[in-house]
């Protein structure tokens, strides 16, 4: 939370340290009383809680959300101690984390992560290299331009200098890495680029030995099942690497597959050490509750007062429950979860607001999409769903709409190209669909002529005509009609 600087009315010193609503009402029973002549800097206080919790919640910081794993401590235990084992055992490791989509495969390996930040020789020395298969897992250029990239050796083929080991009876050969250049090269020297990679990794934790000081690499392969899909050279490589070094190298793989060790080559199939940590394990409904207040929670260390405890009784109330067991019945990922209550927050202006938003919240997530898009249309195109919606079983055209609201059009100033206008949105937005002309195969140019058909339920015109926000007046009579 971002410090404010507040000045209150009662006379004290500027604090400039954060405060929410309940710690004012706590530490300053003054304002509680004067909230009229504080209303402005109130507000503000309020606002700042919220504003943190929808920071918290916000899908675009994936891996900065403070989410906690529930029923994982034994395989959060395994992978950190083979993290750990980097540093301290000098051991290699390789592994797959494997569960269904929106389980938090990702979220779990980076929570691991950011728990040994208090070990400061495992966190400061180790290098954290991220590979996407979606992005280059089906090329090994790719591949191998993005472990240069976040390696940031390129320069290290230009100034090192080793021995070749293989020695032809007349001693060690001197020999100079040179680097090639980011898209210069073919598959052949693609390959020899990873060799040499791999080949400077093994140098460097050669030289550093067993010293603790040394630099540790892990490598994550997001959508690992990608790198699987043509030659397995990289995976390979990476899986060789940690079972002939000395240590400091890891490979961790995140797949939705459970199939995926089926899909190895059976060169890495024998390289691959067979540790799989599984989170597909279910997850209880009050596991799901908990999960649940822990993301409406907020650190106890920003003073915020009584937040936490209203937000779990919010939790425990009966209607908050039933929302969120039909929620759990339909997806029990924590991603949908903390979408939802990222809405929820994201409409609320005070913890007095969570529970009635709660509910809206729901209501929009269950509304059908159809209606979703109606509610999202400008009030002039809601028109010609009002004459649709009396035709709705039958194909149409522009005439017999036009026909019906000519006069509610006239009332706004409305021409006749303008509502044309308005049916050709209804057609992109694909809530009507031009009929085909028989046995033309294509469908009918764009004109008055042309038929069209409805894509929308007369349920779900009904329920968006009735929830459509600030309805205007004259439009009611067409309703009820």
């Not at 954290?128 to 320069?155: P, S, Y």
């Not at 997001?222 to 190298?249: R, V």
């Not at 993301?295 to 405890?309: A, F, V």
Request: with cysteine; glycine share 6%.
């Amino acid at each position: 939370m971002n410090g404010i600087l507040f000045t209150d009315c009662m006379g004290y010193n500027p604090h400039p340290r954060p405060y929410s609503l309940a710690v004012l009402i706590v530490n300053f029973p003054e304002i509680k009383k004067n909230r009229s002549s504080c209303f402005g800097s109130y507000k503000i206080l309020i606002m700042s809680v919220i504003n943190d919790l929808v920071e918290k919640l916000n899908p675009s910081v994936r891996f900065q959300w403070p989410r906690t794993q529930y029923n994982l401590d034994s395989q959060s235990e395994h992978l950190k101690k083979k993290l750990l084992n980097l540093v301290e055992a000098r051991e290699s490791f390789n592994m797959i984390i494997m569960g269904p989509p929106g389980c938090g495969k990702s979220t779990f390996f980076e929570s691991c992560l950011a728990n040994l930040k208090t070990h400061k020789e495992f966190y400061y020395h180790r290098r954290i290299i991220r590979l996407n298969g979606l992005v280059c897992g089906k090329q090994l250029k790719a591949a191998v331009d993005e472990i240069f990239r976040q390696l940031k050796i390129e320069d290290e083929f230009d100034k090192r200098v080793t021995y070749d080991v293989s020695t032809n009876g007349k001693g060690s050969e001197l020999i100079l890495w040179k680097p090639v250049r980011l898209g210069l090269f073919g598959i052949r020297d693609c390959r020899n680029r990873l060799d040499s990679v791999m080949d400077l990794l093994r140098l460097k934790i050669n030289e550093s030995g067993a010293s603790k000081k040394s630099r540790i690499y892990i490598f994550l392969l997001d959508h690992l099942e990608y790198f699987c899909e043509g030659t397995q050279l990289l995976l390979y490589n990476l899986f060789d690497a940690c079972l002939n070094s000395k240590g400091c190298i890891g490979v961790v793989g995140i797949t939705s597959r459970i199939d995926i060790t089926e899909m190895f080559e059976k060169r890495v199939k024998s390289r691959f050490s067979h540790r799989i940590i599984n989170l597909s394990g279910g997850r209880t409904f009050d596991d799901y509750l908990t999960m649940a207040g822990g993301l409406m929670s907020l650190d106890q260390s920003r003073n915020i007062g009584n937040w936490n405890e209203e937000m779990l009784l919010i939790m425990k109330s009966p209607q908050t429950q039933k929302i969120l067991r039909m929620l759990y019945e339909t997806d029990k990922s924590v991603g949908r979860l903390s979408l939802f209550l990222y809405e929820v927050a994201l409409a609320s202006d005070d913890s007095t607001q969570i529970q009635e938003n709660i509910v809206k919240t729901w209501n929009r997530f269950n509304t059908s999409s159809k209606v979703q898009q109606i509610l999202d249309l400008p009030v002039f195109d809601l028109m010609l769903i009002l004459a649709i919606r009396n035709v709705h079983s039958n194909p149409f055209q522009f005439e017999t709409l036009w026909q019906q609201i000519h006069k509610l059009a006239s009332q706004f100033k409305l021409e006749r190209s303008d509502l044309k206008h308005a049916l050709e949105n209804l057609e992109v937005d694909e809530l009507i669909v031009p009929i085909k002309t028989r046995g033309a195969g294509k469908v009918r140019k764009r004109d008055e002529t042309g038929f069209y058909r409805s894509n929308i339920s007369y349920n779900d015109m009904t329920t968006a005509l009735k929830t459509y926000p600030q309805m205007p007046s004259s439009y009611q009579e067409y309703i009820i009609g």
